[in-house]
């Protein structure tokens, strides 16, 4: 049985840093592909970057130049380093891995950055 367990989140000023991760259980985690979304209430699920199982890595326009997204296989766990925060970052943040056809998901971290 897959399963995610997201960590990370919190409360951040406007300008610091946070650093998430999600650790997958229950699969081969070195040749299936990650990503980090977000929501706002209210709005769509939106990607914020993926990294694939070669290590292909693609972000979405508002992670550009602020945001890494890495992967540690031996540690079974990718992670998304944000830099340069904004207010408008603020959301809830879910990891995706995809294995045999399938999308799963963690519960969800919730990012809250003040002004």
């Known amino acids: 049985q897959v399963q995610l367990v997201e960590s990370g989140g919190g409360l951040v000023q406007a300008g610091g840093s946070l650093r998430l991760a999600c650790t997958v259980s229950g699969s081969s985690f070195s040749i299936n592909d990650v990503a980090w979304y977000r929501q706002v209430p209210g709005n769509q699920r939106e990607r914020v970057a993926i990294i694939t199982s070669g290590g292909s890595i693609m972000y979405g326009d508002s992670a550009k130049g602020r945001f890494t997204i890495y992967r540690a296989n031996d540690k079974n766990t990718a992670y998304l380093q944000m830099n340069s925060l904004k207010p408008e970052d603020t959301a809830v943040y879910y990891c995706?891995?995809?294995?045999?056809?399938?999308?799963?998901w963690g519960q969800g971290t919730q990012v809250t950055v003040s002004s």
């Open positions: 995706q891995y995809y294995h045999r056809g399938n999308y799963y």
